[in-house]
């Protein structure tokens, strides 16, 4: 360590009186071992709050010193602590001050120059001046002294931060000038930098160890901490090591003297100043800014020195300190409000200094503003209710009877209490405006305000609603009055309609439930007319509520019975009612309503009947349970009316006057017992429906006869049903014999003729079946009788399609050699122009089809035709005129494939063929066979499409063939082809647009074909290419996208019609309008036919040059101008930039050659052009 020992040469001048100026006088040093005893506690006096508890410590008089590391604070608090540890370092017995009391040393020291005080008081705080002008004598006096360097050394070891302390203690840690008189100690003692940090955390660490010793924690202190921080310049990891020791140092000292137990307590004041440790801890470190690793880290250190704290709950505990203050600051913002002082501005800063987060402000925000509710309402703040003590709790309840004997004492207890009255508590005068404010500075929305609102005043205006509606039902208050009270009561409350909608609803609850509960009290013991009377009460007491509610206006209750009466809702007016207590009611109640004459006759009211469908909702019974209660009751006396007219109208001879007779009686029954028309019906059809079956067993051939037809319909007239509610029965009773009906219409030919279709009408109306029944049971015989015609042209085809080992393979049999009808043999050819012809059997299918009128045509549309009208008047012109027809659908309700005697591929064979024989046939039945195509196709179940697609195949083969033959011989389509191939699109049913697509295919394929042929045979003539190409243009085909020419094909076409016409000067550069014909013909870009012929002109031009040069060399002049006049024409093309490199006296020569050539005939100026394309050319300077 650095410092110099001069600075104690002044020890042989010093004096025992100076000395003590400074608390180290020689007569108090304790030289013997430090006896330390720690504070004792002693409690206050009982009747302070356990909150306010303090200790008084005390000290042991008898000794003025304690261990060097000694934290036992008096009174707690940062200054007094770094007063304390500066009196336990200078009261330190040391070497130096041992040898400074031998008098014999300071004898040998001569003159008292210095004083001892000052001596030390420079070692404690010495100054530059006087270590400046210390002698080097004193080294030797105080060696000759018994004091050496090392002695000298731990002194000042202990004295700067004594220093370090002083200095704080004098300027105090918010000084001005404290932190630049803490840094200059340094260098006045000589310290390292690491020591001198050391030193600083220590000082910090003692400080903060004095501010938890006070229990009463204060905002100030968080302000104190981080000045003392600023004051000894610590850094973040400085601080936490400074807080750890502290925590160390301050739990070994309070576990000396408490218990973990007695720690556990949260109001123990040693407990308390361990919380404030913690949270001072909390907040220098978040106040650092510390990342949250580093936090992490430092504060888990802090918390496992005071107890082995886990994280959570340190950090918990030191919320728990700094909650208070927040609290306290809130409290102030409500005494403050009206002087605008206060705003959320404020309250975040003070959230941000104390560590609240939003989640916790906002619990204590909406805590805070409750108290201001109450507050408001002249209520006490809290409302604290004490714990009854019940000295029979732990006793075990052993019978349900003591239970319910339990409950209904504290019920009794509960309506024994007078009713509270708390009319006069409402809010204050500019309430409204005060909370208003309050929310918007502690930011509440709207919901959280209106619930602390709603939960401070919603028992006093519970108490308002409950008496009104008390009164409203007890008919002292009209509904209106009634509703006035409680809306006024709501706006004095300061409650929302949304908050009262919910609370409308308990109290109604509340205020119905009542009188149900007492009532099921007389049901349980069968007092029937209490229950009856208190139930008439109840529905008059429901009523009035919902006349209340009326006034209101509130679409929630416009179902007043399912808000209130959910017997599933435990909260609900019959929620507490068991299911049998509940049906048990409404029995007593339905029974009581029935009333009986003196004749014995049974009768309910209209006015008994609307309070039953009441009380069924009060009791939350459905309908269809009331039903049956009626049902049950009144059954039995309705099916006996019903049976006895029923019986009486099927013996015959029924008059008019019977009917009467019956209808009466019936009547009287559904009258006096007001029964349901769906009652009267479900006794009245089992009925009728026996009365069918009755005649349809007794009746000739089960068809009814005239007069059984009649006894059925004075039956549905008796009982009152429509002919369309018994056509089921009709069906299922009379359907089998209108299906024989059919059959023998059918006859052998299997068509119903005319004469046949009005006596089976006229069955259907006697046999009473449905229209849409009697279409079923039709399409029913005639699919029976359609099935195997359309199997026999199955098996027929497979035999055409099949051999006979694959006919075997699929049957399951061994088949020969079969023959057809027409004594040949079957032929596998897919069935197109088979010797086998199944023609006139599908025919005889389409027939029975068609003529029994099986097809469905439906209008799905219209479309416009023109039509021809005849003159008006002789010798007058014929008009055309536009119509609108309708457009019709076919529908095929059975087909082969839906009937499963058929699969898909065999009907799209079946379809193929009978296309095929339509298309080929040259017969009288061509037409015929054309006509059927679509309606045999829906007999088998074909779609639409699927029968275009195979007209389209075979249009196909049919294009194919015709197209490539014709176009083989002509070279194109003429007129007549094109009819031929309309006609044939016609006969097989091909749209226009697929037929057109089907024609262009094939002119692809032959033209692709045609363009191999061409330029894969060899090098065709440019005249060949050029008849090619204008072929495909007359025929809109494009060489590429169409014919499927290559872009490289296309290029070497171009190229080889154009190279002859640039050899022999046909083609020059005047020629572009030919060029781009060319180009655009073979579907070349501008840029594609300039690089082609860029490249054939270099090419041509390369090859002359090397002729030229060939010419010169051998001496042959004259064929050498010939091929550079070759040259020149090329030139032309390129503006004369061939691109040649050629030697500058080839070059020369050539051009002179060229020039003295013969020009007789030539223009001038043509003569002029081509010298000067060539020079340009070879490269000639001019």
Aim: proline share 3%; aromatic share 6%.
């Amino acid at each position: 360590m650095k410092f110099s020992a001069i600075a104690f040469a002044t020890v042989v001048a010093s004096s025992a009186s100076t000395a003590s100026a400074f608390t180290v006088s020689p007569g108090v040093v304790n030289l013997s071992p430090a006896s330390t005893q720690r504070a004792v506690a002693f409690p206050t006096t009982a009747t302070q709050p356990r909150s306010s508890r303090a200790f008084i410590s005390s000290r042991n008089v008898a000794s003025s010193s304690s261990s060097p590391t000694s934290l036992n604070l008096a009174g707690g608090g940062g200054t007094e602590a770094l007063q304390d540890y500066i009196t336990s370092l200078s009261t330190t017995a040391s070497p130096l001050v041992t040898k400074m009391k031998n008098p014999k040393l300071i004898k040998l020291a001569g003159v008292a120059a210095v004083p001892l005080s000052y001596a030390l008081g420079a070692a404690m705080t010495p100054s530059r001046r006087l270590a400046a002008r210390a002698v080097g004598g004193v080294v030797a006096a105080v060696t000759a002294g018994g004091v050496g360097k090392n002695a000298v050394e731990e002194d000042v070891r202990r004295s700067c931060p004594s220093a370090i302390a002083s200095r704080l203690v004098e300027l105090g840690v918010d000084g001005d000038f404290v932190s630049d008189g803490i840094d200059r100690l340094k260098e006045d003692y000589g310290v390292e930098e690491e020591d001198f940090t050391t030193m600083k955390t220590e000082v910090y660490s003692v400080y903060l160890v004095g501010m938890a010793k006070n229990p009463l924690a204060k905002t100030a202190e968080l302000k104190e901490l981080a000045n003392l921080r600023e004051a000894l310049s610590l850094d973040n990891m400085q601080v936490g090591q400074a807080h750890a020791d502290a925590a160390k140092t301050f739990y070994r000292d309070v576990t000396r003297f408490t218990s973990v137990e007695e720690l556990d307590d949260e109001d123990h004041p040693d407990r308390v100043s361990l919380d404030k440790m913690l949270f001072l801890t909390e907040r220098a470190f978040r106040q650092g800014k510390e990342t949250d690793e580093a936090f992490t880290f430092e504060f888990s250190r802090v918390a496992k020195a005071l107890g082995e704290l886990s994280m959570s709950e340190a950090l918990e505990r030191a919320k728990d300190v700094a909650r208070p203050f927040y609290e306290r600051a809130l409290a102030s913002t409500r005494s403050k409000l009206e002087s605008g002082a206060v705003n959320s501005d404020m309250l975040r800063r003070a959230r941000v200094t104390l560590g609240i987060t939003d989640e916790e402000a906002k619990e204590m925000h909406v805590e805070s503003f409750a108290q201001e509710v109450r507050s408001q309402l002249g209520l006490p703040d809290e409302e604290d209710e004490e714990d009854e003590i019940d000295i029979n709790q732990d006793k075990r309840v052993e019978t349900v009877a003591e239970i319910e004997a339990k409950m209904q004492k504290m019920k009794e207890e509960e309506a024994s209490k007078p009713v509270e009255d708390t009319s006069a508590i409402k809010f204050k005068d500019g309430a409204f405006d005060q909370l208003s404010k309050l929310q918007e500075v502690l930011g509440l929305n709207d919901e959280d305000a209106d619930y602390e609102v709603a939960a401070a005043t919603e028992r006093y205006w519970r108490n308002t609603a409950l008496q009104t509606l008390d009164d409203a039902i007890a008919g002292t208050k009209d509904p209106a009055k009634a509703w006035g009270i409680i809306q006024s009561r709501q706006k004095e409350l300061f409650l929302k309609d949304s908050s009262m909608k919910s609370m409308m609803t308990s109290i109604i609850m509340q205020s119905l439930g009542k009188p149900l509960e007492k009532v099921n009290t007389f049901a349980r013991v069968n007092n029937a007319a209490a229950t009856y009377d208190g139930l008439i009460d109840a529905i008059a007491a429901k009523e009035t509520c919902k006349d209340v509610l009326k006034e209101a206006g509130w679409s929630e209750f416009e179902d007043f019975e399912k808000a209130c009466f959910d017997p599933f809702d435990k909260a609900s007016a019959c929620g507490f009612l068991t299911n049998m207590d509940r049906h048990n009611m409404y029995q007593i109640f339905f029974q009581r309503s029935v009333k009986v004459d003196e004749e014995g006759g049974k009768s309910i009211s209209d006015e008994a009947k609307a309070r039953m469908k009441e009380l069924r909702g009060m009791l939350g019974i459905s309908d269809e349970e009331g039903e049956n209660q009626i049902r049950n009751f009144f059954g039995p006396e309705l099916q006996s009316v019903l049976v006895a007219a029923v019986e009486e109208v099927t013996r015959g001879n029924t008059t008019d006057v019977l009917l009467q007779n019956m209808k009466e009686k019936i009547g009287s029954v559904i009258s006096n017992f007001q029964l349901e028309d769906e009652m009267v019906r479900s006794y009245a059809g089992p009925l009728y429906n026996r009365a069918v079956e009755q005649i349809s067993s007794t009746a000739p051939g089960g068809i009814p006869s005239k007069d059984q037809v009649e006894t059925l319909a004075s039956l549905r007239e008796l009982l009152s049903i429509a002919m369309e509610d018994v056509y089921e029965v009709h069906s299922n009773t009379f359907g089998s014999q209108y299906n024989k009906g059919i059959k023998e219409a059918l006859g052998t030919t299997g068509v119903i003729r005319e004469e046949f279709r009005a006596p089976l009408e006229d069955l259907k109306s006697r046999l009473g079946v449905s229209d849409q029944a009697a279409k079923d049971i039709y399409l029913e015989a005639l699919s029976e009788r359609m099935k195997p015609m359309i199997e026999y042209i199955s098996n027929e085809m497979e035999r055409l399609v099949l051999t006979n080992d694959q006919l075997a393979q699929k049957r399951g049999d061994d088949y020969g050699e079969d023959y057809f009808k027409s004594g040949q043999k079957a032929s596998g050819k897919l069935g197109l122009g088979t010797d086998g012809n199944i023609m006139s059997d599908i025919m005889n299918l389409i027939d029975f089809y068609v003529e029994n009128d099986i097809v469905e045509k439906s209008a799905v549309g219209t479309k416009k035709v023109e039509k021809k009208v005849p003159a008006d008047e002789e010798g007058g012109e014929e008009k055309t005129i536009t119509v609108e027809e309708p457009v019709y659908e076919s529908a095929y309700p059975i087909t082969a494939m839906g009937l499963q005697c058929i699969d898909e591929k065999v009907a799209e064979l079946c379809y193929r063929q009978f296309v095929v024989s339509s298309f080929t046939d040259q017969s009288p039945n061509a037409a015929r066979y054309e006509a059927s195509k679509a309606t045999f196709g829906g007999i088998l179940g074909l779609t639409a499409e699927k029968m275009e697609e195979i007209g389209s195949n075979i249009g196909g083969m049919v294009y194919d063939n015709y197209i490539t033959q014709s176009m083989s011989t002509k070279g194109a389509l003429d007129q007549q082809d094109m009819m031929f191939l309309a006609n044939i699109q016609g006969k097989l049913g091909i749209s226009a647009e697929k037929g057109e697509q089907m024609m262009l295919d094939t002119q692809k394929k032959i033209i692709s074909e045609e363009a191999s042929a061409l330029l894969d045979a060899g090098s065709p003539t440019p005249e060949q290419i050029k008849a090619f190409r204008e072929k495909c243009n007359s025929m809109g085909l494009d060489l590429e996208t169409d014919v499927g020419l290559s872009k490289s094909r296309l290029v070497s076409m171009f190229s080889m019609e154009i190279t002859p016409g640039i050899d022999s000067g046909d083609i020059t550069i005047e020629s572009a309008e030919q060029l781009q014909e060319i180009q655009e013909s073979l579907g070349l870009s501008e840029e594609e036919g300039e690089e082609v012929i860029a490249t054939l002109i270099q090419e041509r031009a390369n090859g002359v040059l090397a002729d030229v040069v060939g010419c010169m060399l051998r001496g042959m002049d004259a064929v050498a101008v010939e091929s550079m006049e070759v040259l020149v024409q090329y030139a032309a093309f390129v503006d004369g930039d061939l691109g040649f490199e050629v030697e500058e006296s080839n070059a020369n020569k050539a051009y002179n050659m060229f020039e003295n050539k013969d020009w007789s005939g030539v223009d001038e100026e043509e003569v002029e052009r081509q010298k000067a394309l060539l020079k340009k050319a070879l490269g000639v300077s001019a």
